[in-house]
């Protein structure tokens, strides 16, 4: 119940695609949503994050999604650049700590040229 | 993230040995947070502290990791008899008091091998 299943596991897109990642998740008590962007060699670096009482939150060229009967949630990247090209991992959390993350497989995006 | 300084980088030790990694949140931050990434895997949870106190261990293996966060100094992650197995990033996260808005910020890591 505590897992946050993601996919797809890798993505490859064109520079100028909408790359899409999606998340599932079970536990109801989830209601912080981040997304983080890591590149090889360095930390986790937050996104975009959401929360359950919205169902889209848009940052510059990130946009989260968020359907809270499904219990799912997703990442769009609009126009995307060669320098997206990472790792990118959705998580939850919940509670009183926000720092306790149940992260996600994680998708590794290549963005071509 | 810049601001939760690990140290070292890069760690090389041989099985039977002890590692200590060390944490810095960002300053005003009085929470932290350690993980553990697996090649070609996500994030795990292992323990949450705050200064003087353990909050939440519940992702920590039984033996011979512990983990500290001193009233002065550093967080620090002590892992004893290290094993192959334990070859992993470890990465520290630092968050203000918990809130509505207390999101965790997280350090370059500590690369781990074990040789």
């Known amino acids: 119940q505590q897992q946050v299943k993601q996919s797809p596991q890798s993505l490859i897109v064109q520079k100028g695609g909408i790359p899409i990642i999606n998340c599932a998740y079970e536990?109801?008590?989830?209601?912080?949503f981040p997304w983080y962007q890591q590149f090889p060699g360095k930390g986790p670096a937050l996104l975009i994050a959401i929360r359950p009482d919205v169902s889209e939150k848009k940052e510059g060229r990130f946009t989260i999604s968020f359907n809270k009967s499904a219990k799912q949630f997703s990442l769009h990247i609009m126009d995307s650049q060669p320098g997206d090209s990472a790792t990118y991992f959705c998580a939850a959390a919940g509670g009183t700590s926000y720092g306790k993350l149940t992260f996600g497989q994680g998708t590794i995006l290549t963005v071509h040229p | 993230n810049a601001g939760v300084m690990q140290n070292p980088r890069h760690l090389v030790r041989r099985r039977g040995q002890e590692a200590r990694l060390r944490c810095s949140p960002m300053k005003g931050h009085s929470h932290v947070y350690w993980y553990r990434q697996l090649p070609e895997e996500g994030l795990k949870f292992m323990v949450y502290?705050?200064?003087?106190?353990?909050?939440?261990e519940s992702g920590m293996p039984k033996e011979r990791f512990s983990a500290e966060f001193p009233k002065e100094g550093p967080s620090i992650l002590r892992i004893q008899q290290v094993v192959r197995g334990d070859s992993a990033a470890y990465f520290c996260?630092?968050?203000?008091?918990?809130?509505?808005?207390?999101?965790?910020?997280f350090g370059q890591g500590t690369r781990l091998t074990v040789v």
């Open positions: 536990n109801t008590a989830f209601d912080y």
């Open positions: 502290l705050q200064k003087e106190n353990i909050i939440d």
């Open positions: 996260a630092s968050s203000p008091p918990p809130g509505r808005n207390t999101e965790a910020f």
